[in-house]
């Protein structure tokens, strides 16, 4: 039996498979150079070993430039499916809460810590306080709450026995006279009000139960859920792209890359491509096959 016509297409295939594994493998091995008489061979170290550096910022740049973009993450948290993931876990966790005994300071508490609770809770009545003393600065309380007064004074003592020595200009000058003892108060101890105004309502509103909350806010959970929801959007609208930026992911990318060793490296893109990889060599096994048939045909 004349077996010469499949010699040439089974030595193909057989250089084929190891030409294609040999390249494969060489892409990972040898991990360090290899010298001989003080020069380095080529192709040594392997391509990945030799390049890891650069691929590790090429990664970085293309995950960062284009699979975790500004858009793509921003398109991720403000997805309808996360809106819906947000409103469930509210919704779940106001119904196991609804019947609680807990206070709402033992909650924010069991959450973030007390030392932290308490840090926070400072913090925000702070800025509470400072924003409504501004506000009320611009209000111009003085010359409003004058004019009220003073109208409201006028008009009650109207048909009584004080009512011939209220004139125009009496008027006028109580008016001035109140705003000015108005603003003058509003600017010593207008934030010492406020702080204390917030301080107690503040502690007030800590110290109730939530069953006592659930059942005064039963109605309006559906808004507080939206509340919520609306806050965390414009939360990731306003910050998303300074906390990337803070985040630098290509950075992140490629010092995680860069510090694993050349094993581990090869371990993750195998995990990776080893299907790929292993039909490359069987391709190649395929291409010399072809090719000693059509040496053999020629």
């Keep these: 039996m004349n077996l ?8 193909g295939a057989v250089i084929g498979l190891i030409t294609n594994g040999i390249a494969i493998r060489m892409l990972f091995r040898p991990l360090k150079p290899v010298k001989i008489f003080g020069i380095t061979l080529p192709f040594t170290p392997g391509l990945i070993p030799k390049e890891k550096s650069r691929i590790a910022k090429s990664l970085g740049d293309v995950v960062a430039s284009e699979l975790l973009n500004e858009n793509v ?9 996360m809106d819906e993931k947000i409103a469930i876990t509210l919704n779940n966790f106001i119904d196991r809460k609804s019947t609680s005994e807990e206070t709402l300071r033992e909650v924010f508490f069991s959450f973030v810590g007390e030392e932290q609770g308490l840090s926070i ?12 003393y501004e506000r009320m600065k611009k209000l111009e309380l ?29 008027i006028a000058s109580a008016k001035v006279k109140m705003s000015e003892i ?13 702080d204390n105004i917030v301080q107690k309502e503040g502690a007030n509103l ?29 939360l990731i609208e306003k910050n998303i792209r300074a906390l990337l930026h803070a985040v630098d992911l290509s950075q992140l990318v490629e010092n995680q890359i860069n510090s694993y060793d050349v094993l581990t490296f090869e371990k993750i893109i195998l995990d990776i491509m080893s299907k790929e990889l292993n039909a490359i060599v069987w391709l190649g096994g395929l291409l010399g096959f072809v090719m000693g048939l059509i040496m053999l045909i020629v």
């Design 4 to 11: 010469s016509f499949i010699v040439g297409p089974v030595v």
């Design 73 to 81: 993450i921003k398109n991720g948290l403000l997805s309808p499916e």
């Design 121 to 132: 809770a400072d913090e925000v009545s702070h800025k509470i306080v400072d924003f409504s």
């Design 142 to 170: 003085g010359a409003l709450l004058s004019e009220i007064a003073v109208t409201e004074i006028a008009a009650n003592l109207q048909g009584s026995m004080f009512s011939m020595l209220i004139s125009d200009n009496l």
């Design 182 to 194: 108005i603003e003058k108060l509003i600017a010593e101890r207008g934030a010492e009000i406020l």
């Design 206 to 234: 800590m110290d109730k139960k939530l069953c006592d909350l659930y059942a005064q806010y039963e109605e309006r959970m559906p808004e507080f859920v939206d509340w919520v929801i609306n806050t965390y959007h414009m």
